[in-house]
């Protein structure tokens, strides 16, 4: 026999009852449909998504199955960081441990088209993913300009708008960039480095910058905003000629010859600058921290390279290394996401596969 419950049955529910907490559950259930649904854009069709973000980007340059939708030409690296230890007092990641941490990378020409001629834009990029010994991890995109043309999402979708082909010449309408310009005074400090900006031939050469603040977190609790760039150590290089790929032949020549290196410089903000705008340099006479060494010592095509399948999202970081108040890094790391599972569903076109092979013909 069952031994007697030690506590009595509860009385059944009234018809009230029972009605009030399945109303209370369809209430539950109508606000996370709801917050889906915000959040997808789908009630709100004019509000700014990842999705219009990425959207925008397929119109400008086209779809091109499974490569990202921008920064869609590149090539795999890998290597190390060689920690000196200088930015330890700054922040408890590992990877500013002394020592080395591997690395996995990415150089790119930020355009939409994978096939397009390196001259077609004068930015680089580097992404960047180190794995700590712990397992965590710090990815990050940097691009080879010292400040971004605007601060906020919403001005960087209305400059890709801007920046939409016309179709009766296949390029933007100058008008409609003048107009985009004229009415985001934001856009001087880029406007102003564009005029004397003079990109190098070499993926190898070019210095990075994160452009968005993060923020490091010491031992003690205590954070400290901070920009990062690598600095090239080799500061030569030769024209690029006519061959559309020859950032790829130069990075491969180099490094067959020995190995590439960089100087992570982090940029301590002082009280004051602006850690919510992209748009905004900070005075340069900030104290600066050489953290090591980025050291790389190989190249792989992207096709069947490491780097292939990685989101580098800068919003995946250690412990002891955290996001600022930047809008521009949740839209990045939403808009990476929509790209990434975009490309990777494309499984028959992914680069590397007889198919694409078959489509690039």
């Avoid at 091109?64 to 922040?91: E, I, L, M």
């Avoid at 991890?137 to 043309?149: A, E, L, T």
């Avoid at 900070?282 to 399948?309: I, K, Y």
Wanted: proline content about 10%; charged content about 15%; glycine content about 8%.
């Amino acid at each position: 026999m069952n031994a007697p419950s030690q506590f009595p049955a509860p009385p059944p529910l009234s018809r009230s009852s029972m009605l009030l907490r399945f109303a209370l559950i369809g209430a539950v259930l109508l606000i996370v449909v709801l917050a889906f649904g915000y959040v997808g854009g789908w009630l709100a069709p004019q509000r700014l998504t990842a999705q219009r973000m990425v959207n925008q980007l397929q119109a400008n340059a086209g779809v091109f199955p499974g490569y990202r939708r921008n920064h869609a030409k590149g090539v795999c690296v890998a290597g190390y960081f060689d920690s000196n230890g200088q930015a330890q007092a700054f922040s408890v990641a590992q990877v500013f441990a002394p020592g080395r941490t591997p690395v996995v990378g990415r150089f790119a020409v930020p355009v939409g088209n994978p096939y397009a001629p390196d001259s077609s834009a004068p930015i680089r990029s580097m992404a960047l993913r180190f794995t700590e010994a712990n397992g965590q991890q710090w990815r990050s995109g940097m691009n080879s300009m010292p400040v971004f043309p605007v601060g906020t999402p919403q001005a960087f979708f209305e400059l890709l708008q801007a920046q939409h082909p016309d179709p009766a010449s296949g390029k933007p309408d100058p008008a409609k960039l003048g107009a985009f310009f004229a009415s985001h005074p934001e856009t001087s400090a880029f406007l102003a480095w564009v005029k004397t900006a003079k990109p190098s031939a070499s993926y190898a050469t070019e210095s990075y910058w994160s452009l968005n603040a993060f923020v490091l977190v010491d031992a003690n609790g205590d954070k400290h905003p901070v920009r990062w760039r690598m600095v090239a150590e080799n500061g030569n290089s030769t024209p690029g000629g006519s061959d559309p790929n020859y950032l790829d032949a130069d990075l491969a020549q180099r490094l067959a010859q020995g190995p590439q290196r960089w100087h992570l410089v982090l940029t301590l903000a002082s009280p004051g600058d602006p850690t919510d705008d992209a748009s905004k340099e900070w005075p340069a006479d900030r104290h600066e921290v050489d953290a090591g060494t980025l050291v790389l010592t190989g190249t792989e095509p992207q096709e069947s390279g490491p780097c292939r399948d990685i989101n580098y999202d800068p919003t995946v970081l250690p412990n002891g290394i955290q996001i600022s108040d930047d809008p521009l890094l949740p839209a990045r790391s939403a808009a990476y996401a929509t790209s990434y599972l975009r490309r990777t569903s494309e499984e028959a076109h992914l680069p590397g596969t007889a198919a694409s092979h078959t489509e690039a013909k």
